[in-house]
T-cell receptor
Framework: ETGVTQTPRHLVMGMTNKKSLKCEQH?????MYWYKQSAKKPLELMFV???????ENNSVPSRFSPECPNSSHLFLHLHTLQPEDSALYLC??????????????FGDGTRLSIL | AQRVTQPEKLLSVFKGAPVELKCNYS??????LFWYVQYSRQRLQLLLR??SRESIKGFTADLNKGETSFHLKKPFAQEEDSAMYYC????????????FGKGTKLSVIP
């Protein structure tokens, strides 16, 4: 299925490792989002990029570092994570944040496990 | 801070019975409300949005500002409606805030 693609689908890493999650969309959208979905908690918005500029950071710890080189790609760089960071990380896109109501297309997510 | 409450973690109904998935929000201004759905082994997807006043797959949702609710309804449940349903609230007041509820798992019994 085309739309929003996330890689890898699964990632296991130690607390001292550095890894990156990748998200790609070719829907012509200009806004991209990172969400965290933990067990027993609501889906949490982490970051929003609109036209490659970060417009929101929902008090996310600095061990998560987003990067948006262009409107089609979004990365989440991870370093020195904690066990409580184990979760499903979802990427989403929408046409543009400033235009009325925004349908969002989601990826399948990356299941991250911190050892 | 704004909040979205879905009081039921699990809702089971028989096929053909009416369905109502509850969603309440806390926000004093003008919210934008959405329902998202995730079917088994599929990705999260938008179901409907209050601004559009549309009916998708037989589901409707009306924003009730007096009761601060946005309940999702369908008159006759189908087996294929079994899924996780998430209510979400967007606020654009200076900054962009999107808040999801914890979700309700709908199980339609054949």
């Amino acid at each position: 299925e085309t739309g929003v693609t996330q890689t890898p689908r699964h990632l296991v890493m130690g607390m001292t490792n550095k890894k990156s999650l990748k998200c790609e969309q070719h829907l012509g959208h200009n806004a991209m989002y990172w969400y965290k979905q933990s067990a027993k908690k609501p889906l949490e918005l982490m970051f929003v990029y609109n036209f490659k500029e970060q417009t929101e950071n929902n008090s996310v710890p600095s061990r998560f570092s987003p990067e948006c080189p262009n409107s089609s790609h979004l990365f989440l760089h991870l370093h020195t994570l904690q066990p409580e960071d184990s979760a499903l990380y979802l990427c989403a896109s929408s046409p543009a944040e400033a235009q009325g109501d925004q349908p969002q297309h989601f990826g399948d997510g990356t299941r991250l496990s911190i050892l | 801070a704004q909040r979205v409450t879905q009081p039921e973690k699990l809702l089971s109904v028989f096929k053909g019975a009416p369905v109502e998935l509850k969603c309440n929000y806390s926000y004093s201004g003008s919210p934008e409300l959405f329902w998202y759905v995730q079917y088994s082994r599929q990705r999260l997807q938008l179901l409907l949005r209050h601004i559009s006043r549309e009916s998708i797959k037989g589901f409707t949702a009306d924003l009730n500002k007096g009761e601060t609710s946005f309940h999702l309804k369908k008159p006759f449940a189908q087996e294929e409606d079994s899924a996780m349903y998430y209510c979400a609230l967007i606020i654009r007041a200076g900054s962009y805030q999107l808040t999801f509820g914890k979700g309700t798992k709908l199980s339609v019994i054949p």
